[in-house]
């Protein structure tokens, strides 16, 4: 029986996931900001979150096939941003270290991660002993975030 309603409680979890979440508008100078940097990208979805007492945009894009996310202040200036990127496209140091470290991994899915002034790429790995890994651009590894207590 329990195993019954976990499984409902899941399939109402992806039945949620899966809905259209409603656009908000966004501020003038947050729109402007947004397509001066991305001129071609499609918006598909937009939020307005509070983060630290502060009134922030998100914006969810698709820019030539790759995802975007954006995290404007009010005024128009980037807090964070998330960005698929082609592993190709990693740098140099980060491909190397990545090789050394986990020489038989496929990357799955790589992303540019930008928080303040600080910038990090994300990795999807299949065939490794991690099924991620995060690198700095110079090719350090950074460690994983503790779990998080409940």
Not at 27 to 39: H, N, R
Not at 70 to 81: A, K, L, M, R, S
Not at 129 to 134: D, E, I, R, V
């Amino acid at each position: 029986m329990k195993k019954e309603a976990k499984q409902e409680q899941e399939d109402g979890e992806k039945a949620e996931a899966k809905k259209p979440a409603a656009k908000v508008q966004l501020p003038a100078a947050v729109t402007a900001a947004f397509k001066k940097s991305y001129p071609d990208a499609v918006i598909k979805n937009s939020a307005k979150e509070t983060e630290g007492g502060k009134t922030v945009y998100e914006v969810e894009s698709v820019d030539k096939g790759m995802n975007r996310d954006i995290i404007y202040n009010p005024d128009g200036t980037v807090v964070e941003f998330e960005e698929q990127i082609k592993p190709a496209d990693l740098p140099a140091p980060v491909a190397a270290a990545l090789k050394r470290l986990y020489p038989k991994a496929t990357i799955t899915k790589a992303e540019k991660l930008m928080k303040g002034e600080t910038i990090q790429y994300e990795m999807a790995l299949e065939g490794a002993a991690k099924a991620s890994a995060t690198f700095t651009p110079d090719g350090k590894l950074v460690p994983a975030p503790p779990p998080e207590k409940k």
